[in-house]
């Protein structure tokens, strides 16, 4: 087996569903010049259900939506997958302003010539790349249309003023969307269809045990116990309509770990990656009673490493 698949037998994946992305690597290879662009996960997604979904989908030539709140990580398993199937990811992060030559290139004046500078989704169908389409439900209709012809079954791009490209057979689309952020919409139904939808499941005790400790395997078990039921406090409270999403920050509380791994003081830790990520003083002042509750402000780093 590829060592990088490891995790995903530790994990019980289907085998057959291993085998497949096996298969795969060894059918594409990758181009030289983009082997920089296969990045190393910061940290392994965890679910099993949810990775067999995606590879099943992805295998089979599909593109996936990844849709869910805050902190489910979506982002995790977009890097997760292009790395799994050992291709360039090329990101975009839609907004508001985003248009369709950010996407497919715009002309520039080089050697006395006019040439297209290519854009991220071109460099992704002529390399064979996995673009994740970060918050594609911010993106203005223009930016978007341009992928229609890409993302079903003509798997192609025609480029305004040069030719038509040929989509790689490598070539998958994964998007991602958040419910309810400031500038969001709902997506078309015509652009959905393309997709296949993975609703993303809210953090357990179990994922985040497993997240915490591959990422900081010395943690203290009282110290991640706390941890763990500190999110878990966090997202009934989001969930219930206590308090907001910004203080439910799964990077914050990793940042923290890191602060707190060096020696810094976990109450201070605490304020930075998840009380301070509040700016209504109200708001604060509930996220401060959960900290208080778990991280007595009496420890020190001694106490979770």
């Known amino acids: 087996m590829i060592r990088e698949l490891q995790f995903l037998q530790d994990q019980g994946v289907n085998p057959l569903l291993i085998q497949g992305v096996e298969e795969f690597r060894r059918q594409y290879a990758v181009a ?90 071109y460099q992704c169908a002529q390399y064979g790349g996995f673009g994740i389409l970060d918050e594609i439900n911010m993106a203005k209709n223009d930016a978007v249309s341009v992928l229609h012809a890409s993302l079903d079954y003509r798997r192609t791009i025609d480029v305004p003023g040069y030719d038509k490209i040929d989509l790689h057979g490598a070539s998958r689309f994964i998007g991602t969307m958040n419910y309810g952020y400031a500038g969001t919409k709902d997506l078309n139904e015509a652009l959905v269809s393309r997709f296949l939808v993975i609703d993303m499941p809210g953090q357990s005790e179990e994922t985040l045990k497993f997240v915490f400790k591959n990422m900081f395997p010395g943690l203290k078990d009282e110290a991640l116990k706390q941890w763990i039921g500190l999110f878990l406090d966090l997202q009934q409270k989001a969930a219930n309509g206590e308090i907001s999403t910004k203080a439910l920050d799964l990077r914050g509380m990793i940042a923290a770990l890191k602060t707190i791994q060096c020696g810094l003081s976990p109450a201070l830790a605490v304020q930075m990656g998840v009380v301070n990520k509040c700016f209504d003083i109200f708001e604060k002042e509930i996220v401060q009673d959960v900290v208080t509750t778990r991280i007595p402000e009496a420890w020190t780093s001694g106490e979770f490493f």
Do not use: C
């Open 32 to 121: 030289d010049e983009v082997r920089n662009r296969i990045v190393t996960p910061s940290m392994p997604f965890y679910g099993r259900e949810v990775l067999e979904m995606a590879i099943a989908a992805l295998l089979e030539g599909e593109n996936l939506l990844l849709t869910g709140s805050k902190a489910t990580g979506k982002n995790v398993l977009a890097e997760n997958l292009a790395f799994i199937f050992g291709r360039p990811s090329y990101n975009v992060s839609f907004h508001v302003n985003t248009n369709s030559g950010d996407l497919i290139g715009t002309d520039t004046f080089r050697n006395n010539e006019v040439e297209l500078r290519k854009g991220s989704i």
